[in-house]
């Protein structure tokens, strides 16, 4: 099977994964999106490896997995921080770190 | 141990005594901090001399070793090493300087113990006596650089000691500056010879000298002035020698140590350390020479107007030295060097005998306040003679045989050196003048009150301390010399120490008599080695003639101090009414501080002044300082619309720019 319907899938689910970052405004909802993206590479990164055979591709895609468990950890804190303290959920509002 | 360990050790005897006085001087309780100064120096002295012993074991031609602890950069033709350098000239050298340190510190013990910062002062001065042996111990110029620096620095540190003195601070501030001119020389000819030879180490220095520069070549006589900057700044000669006598604001002692018997002679050894380089660069050496001329003769006759004890020795230190300048550079290495021993000893007897009067003065020191002090201070009136003939170069005294060995070897010598020779004569009899004159006013005559008082038993007391210089009243919290004195007549330390020296004095100049013996030209042999001027000695008999007209030159002005001073006492003040201008010229030191002032110190403080008014509001506040952060804000400001704060643009943007990248790279590959 050819590895471009792979490669077709997973530019799509980026994409939607970006799209979604941009346009929403829930932090809650970008980090989703956030995960779609990294999940998107890595099935790229497995595609790929089953085309060469090797397993490099598949070490690489369990430490994204890694590295995106870590960041929701540290993302859905955030949010629940911000909750907490009664702060708006919404990144348009979070903008004192202007120039 | 190989002589090169002693040489570690000697060294490391006073770093260790600085620190555990430095460190512990609230812990150390009454005198011992000056104990503690005393042995660890005495242990140096001790080590000095089994390096002497294990460098006589070996044959005369194996006396020059190395020794390195530690490589600071070793590539890229750069070869800086901890390195230390044995061979008689140091030895010697470290022998002179520990062993006269010694004495020092003992007289020290006493001198200093009414002096509140009793532990700082001795801290100081074994720091002082490590840096003059790391400096004639040095194997490289780096560590003679050090060295050097070292010494200026405890100099400085040892002159302002009393530090509530203004004149002290003055005087330390002025000693420092001209010092670091001559650090300034000596880095930069030391850089003239090592971009040529490659390498700084002594020895290789020499062996390659003669390979790459041809006789008096441009750069190596540039080099060599330079070197001699520092040597004329740190030994006190014309035109670099105003510092000196300010200097004498330090207490006695350190006068003794630093500004008489030890530092000020490093330009000496400097000049004969370097000797193959100056011999490669006659131009140079000839200089010096003049220089070393030139200012026997000054210092000599401003000795003769000056009141202050410490100033008249102290000029008498300038001149002395002046005459070792000359030998080395002319090439009378052994002679200057014997000078230079004997110089050490006599010179800091009588700043000791000094130190001793100004202590029964109550911290006075105008010679026209002292006289007969000789029945209160007999033991003082009798060091303070030997000193002075030893000085004044009567036979058979130290200053005799030394100071006419120079003397016959530029005789010998020829040319311009004769001239210079005749010159020295002339600053001998100055010498037996104004030392005697010295010795006159201040033990002969109807004793002043103070010697009175002192023969009844009591040290005379101030009741307010006084700066001896400016007269007025001193602080008496810290930093000024303390209430009590001490005369060496009362404190055996001190008699010990003067006593001492009082012996080599005397028969220091039996180490080498033309035809009978020659130990020190002997034992400094190997160092100077293929020198063909060190080789052209002149003939016994014309040694022995120069020293009998030496003799008679000093008979000659003790006679005429004697007659001015003592046999008709107001023949001074006639031909100070009669000469009237050459006494003003004299007593005003020539007028080279004036000179200075005028030459340097005002252009270099009026361009200050333009500078302050001028350049640094019209040049470096608008334009550099204001232009700077004008451009600084204009660009940030440009830059500044892009940082929104909205999360989602930056992540649009890194979509946008991310996909730029890989899309270029894509398209390129």
């Known amino acids: ?99 | 141990m190989a002589a090169t360990t002693f040489g570690w050790l000697v060294l490391l005897c006073p770093v260790v005594g600085t620190a555990v006085i430095g460190f512990g001087y609230s812990r150390l309780p009454g005198r011992s901090p000056g104990w503690i100064a005393t042995a660890a120096i005495g242990l140096s002295f001790a080590f000095a001399i089994a390096m002497l012993v294990a460098l006589l074991d070996r044959s005369p031609a194996h006396r020059q070793l190395t020794s390195s602890l530690w490589d600071y950069a070793n590539s890229v033709g750069v070869d800086a090493r901890l390195q230390i350098l044995v061979d008689p000239l140091s030895v010697f050298m470290v022998l002179v300087v520990s062993g006269v340190s010694t004495l020092i510190h003992l007289y020290s013990i006493s001198y200093m113990t009414a002096d509140r910062g009793y532990s700082r002062y001795f801290a100081y001065l074994n720091y002082f006596v490590f840096s003059m042996l790391l400096l004639v111990l040095a194997g490289n110029f780096l560590l003679l650089i050090v060295g050097w620096a070292f010494v200026g620095a405890a100099s400085y540190l040892l002159i302002s000691f009393w530090y509530r003195r203004n004149t002290a601070t003055k005087a330390g501030i002025k000693a420092f500056v001209i010092n670091v001119i001559g650090d300034v020389g000596l880095v930069l000819g030391t850089f003239f010879i090592f971009t040529h030879t490659g390498t700084l180490g002594f020895l290789q220095t020499f062996a390659a000298a003669p390979h790459v520069f041809h006789h008096d070549s441009t750069d190596l006589v540039v080099g060599c002035l330079l070197l001699l900057v520092g040597a004329f700044a740190k030994s006190a000669q014309i035109p670099l020698h105003t510092w000196l006598p300010d200097a004498m604001e330090g207490p006695t002692p350190v006068s003794a140590l630093i500004h008489a018997a030890t530092m000020v002679t490093a330009g000496v050894y400097l000049i004969a350390r370097m000797h193959p380089l100056f011999e490669l660069a006659p131009t140079a050496a000839d200089v010096g020479a003049v220089g070393g001329c030139l200012t026997l003769l000054i210092a000599g006759t401003i000795g003769l107007a000056v009141t202050d004890i410490k100033r008249v020795i102290a000029y008498s230190t300038m001149s002395q030295i002046g005459y070792m300048i000359m030998g080395v550079s002319a090439g009378a290495y052994s002679g200057a060097l014997f000078l230079l021993m004997a110089h050490a000893f006599f010179k800091a007897l009588l700043f000791m005998g000094a130190g001793s009067l100004i202590g029964a003065m109550a911290g006075n020191q105008s010679l026209d306040r002292m006289s007969g002090f000789r029945r209160a201070m007999p033991f003082t009136f009798g060091c303070f003679v030997i000193g002075g003939m030893a000085l004044a170069g009567l036979p058979p005294f130290s200053g005799w045989f030394s100071k006419d060995d120079i003397l016959a070897y530029l005789l010998h010598r020829g040319g311009g050196f004769e001239v210079m020779g005749i010159a020295g004569y002339v600053g001998a009899i100055l010498t037996a003048i104004y030392t005697f004159r010295m010795i006159f006013r201040a033990f002969l005559g109807d004793p002043c009150p103070e010697a009175k008082e002192l023969e009844e038993g009591h040290i005379a007391h101030v009741e307010v301390p006084t700066n001896p210089q400016t007269g007025e009243a001193e602080d008496t919290d810290v930093g000024f010399p303390g209430p009590e004195h001490h005369i060496a007549e009362r404190e055996w330390p001190m008699k010990i120490a003067m006593g001492t020296l009082a012996v080599l004095a005397m028969v220091g100049g039996l180490a080498q008599i033309p035809g009978v013996d020659d130990t020190i030209r002997n034992f400094l042999a190997p160092s100077f080695a293929g020198s063909p001027l060190a080789a052209a000695q002149p003939s016994t008999g014309s040694d022995w003639i120069g020293l009998v007209i030496g003799a008679a030159i000093a008979i000659t002005g003790i006679a005429v101090a004697y007659r001015v001073w003592v046999l008709m006492p107001g023949t001074s003040t006639r031909i100070r009414e009669r000469m009237s201008p050459l006494y003003q010229l004299f007593v005003n030191k020539w007028y080279f501080d004036e000179l200075i002032e005028f030459a340097i110190v005002r252009p270099v403080a009026s361009f200050g002044q333009i500078a302050n008014t001028v350049l640094d509001p019209g040049l470096v506040t608008t334009i550099v300082t204001d232009g700077t952060v004008g451009l600084v804000r204009a660009g940030s400001a440009a830059v500044r619309r892009a940082q929104t704060g909205f999360l989602r643009y930056y992540a649009a943007l890194m979509l946008v720019g991310i996909t730029g990248v890989v899309i270029y790279f894509l398209i390129s590959s």
């Not at chain 1, 319907?5 to 799509?12: E, F, G, I, R, T």
């Not at chain 1, 590479?41 to 055979?53: C, E, K, Q, T, Y």
């Not at chain 1, 895609?61 to 909750?83: Q, R, W």
Request: glycine share 10%; net charge negative; hydrophobic share 60%.
């Open chain 1, 1 to 99: 099977m050819a590895i471009g319907w792979y490669l077709v899938v997973s530019a799509l689910i980026f994409a939607i994964g970006a799209a979604g970052v941009i346009v929403r405004r829930s932090p809650l909802v970008i980090l989703l999106c956030l995960e779609l993206m990294l999940n998107a590479a890595n099935l790229a990164l497995v595609a790929f490896s089953r085309m060469w055979g090797g397993e490099d591709g598949q070490v690489f895609a369990l430490i994204v997995m890694v590295v995106a468990a870590c960041e929701v950890t540290v993302g859905l804190g955030l949010i629940v921080a911000m909750y907490r303290r009664g702060l708006p959920i919404d990144v348009d509002d979070l903008r004192e770190l202007q120039g």
